[in-house]
């Protein structure tokens, strides 16, 4: 019973925060998306964690800007493979929550590693996709773009219909920077200064997405670690709730809206 009462504590303490929070940011990682069906690969190309690729080489090499100009035929098997994982998967009620609480708060932000989608497809607007999403296509060589569903029925690697050069998705692949303008939003975002940190399924192993926990930590910020288990920022934030994302978002949810569980959950 003990366990019982000291998570329930926990969860109520950071019901309270997330109540009280006008600006919270939450950061979240694969395993906000692993109610939903999705493997919590690491990076980009987990699926493959610790074996190499039928090529013989390392995911982070097939997965490459190096390789997509030397082979893009390697690297679109890869993508391919990544986007086949996701297709077909919906939000599930962490991404649902997250959605809702946006409403609320209109001050309320996402920064998201994930490149599922999944976050939009729940109804947040107010998202850094710092990784990109591999929901959009652009040309290699031209302006054009373009957004796409899935990868169904694609010739991979594509051609582009303006230039007939090589499309790729917009993610950022192994060696190459983060995109400015999702670089820009953040800091943005953290010159607004946050009143809450909370940080969802990810292992926090990017400085990028460690920092804003470590920056709140240092200015006195409530910050929460929602995880199953351990991570870069497990010792330095203030609450720890060690559940699943859904579980643990339902069960703030719950607590934040007791009126309207039915109406998010259906249930």
Known sequence: MGNVTGMD???????????????????????????????????????????????????????????????????????????????????????RVIAALERDKPGLWVLTQNIDGLHRAAGSNKLIEIHGTIHRLSCTACDYTKKVTDYDGMNLPPSCPACGRLLRPEVVLFGEMLPEEAIAQLSKVLEADPDLVVTIGTTSVFPYIAGPVWRASQRGIPTVEINPGESEVSSIVTHRLKLGAGAAMRALWARLHPDRTFQLFGD
């Open 9 to 95: 504590a926990t969860l109520d303490a950071v019901a309270a925060l997330i109540g009280k929070a006008e600006k919270p940011l939450f950061i979240t990682g694969a395993g906000i998306s692993a109610d939903s069906g999705l493997p919590t690969y690491r990076g980009v190309g987990g699926l493959y964690d610790g074996n190499l690729t039928a090529e013989g080489i390392s995911i982070e090499e097939a997965l490459s800007g190096r390789m997509l100009a030397a082979r893009p035929e390697v690297t679109w098997r890869y993508i391919g493979e990544i986007e086949a994982n996701c297709r077909g998967a919906g939000p599930n009620d962490a991404h």
